[in-house]
């Protein structure tokens, strides 16, 4: 069973930064994505950034390109979210979400089988 856990969120002023962590865990992600996505309250989950964990490849939201960056550990099993430069509306729980690759399922930006319980990051003014 694949198990993820977030950290690192919490309560940051504009312009400041945060590291979100996520440790996965129960299989060998090799042929994985790792995503992060988030939901500000009132909205719907949206995605964020995400990564290939065999070549490390990226994608990004155009809300965050330039801000955040999305980059995995082997070793620790651990998928990161570097944020900086933190807005208003980034305010949101962050969660964590893995997805088994496929040949009917390659997109990285959506259909993620695993979620994490969610971590709260919340920037002020």
């Known amino acids: 069973q694949v198990q993820l856990v977030e950290s690192g969120g919490g309560l940051v002023q504009a312009g400041g930064s945060l590291r979100l962590s996520c440790a996965a865990s129960?299989?060998?992600?090799?042929?994985?994505?790792m995503g992060w996505f988030r939901q500000a309250p009132g909205k719907e989950r949206e995605f964020v950034a995400a990564?290939?964990?065999?070549?490390?490849?990226?994608f990004y939201a155009d809300s965050v390109k330039g801000r955040f960056t999305i980059s995995r550990d082997n070793a620790k099993n651990t998928v990161y979210l570097q944020m900086n430069s933190l807005k208003l509306e980034d305010t949101a729980v962050y969660y964590c979400?893995?997805?088994?690759?496929?040949?009917?399922?390659?997109?990285?930006?959506?259909?993620?089988?695993?979620w994490g319980q969610g971590t709260q990051v919340t920037v002020s003014s």
């Open positions: 979400a893995a997805k088994e690759l496929s040949y009917f399922s390659s997109s990285p930006y959506r259909g993620y089988d695993y």
């Open positions: 129960g299989r060998t992600f090799t042929n994985y994505v």
């Open positions: 990564i290939f964990w065999s070549g490390g490849t990226t």
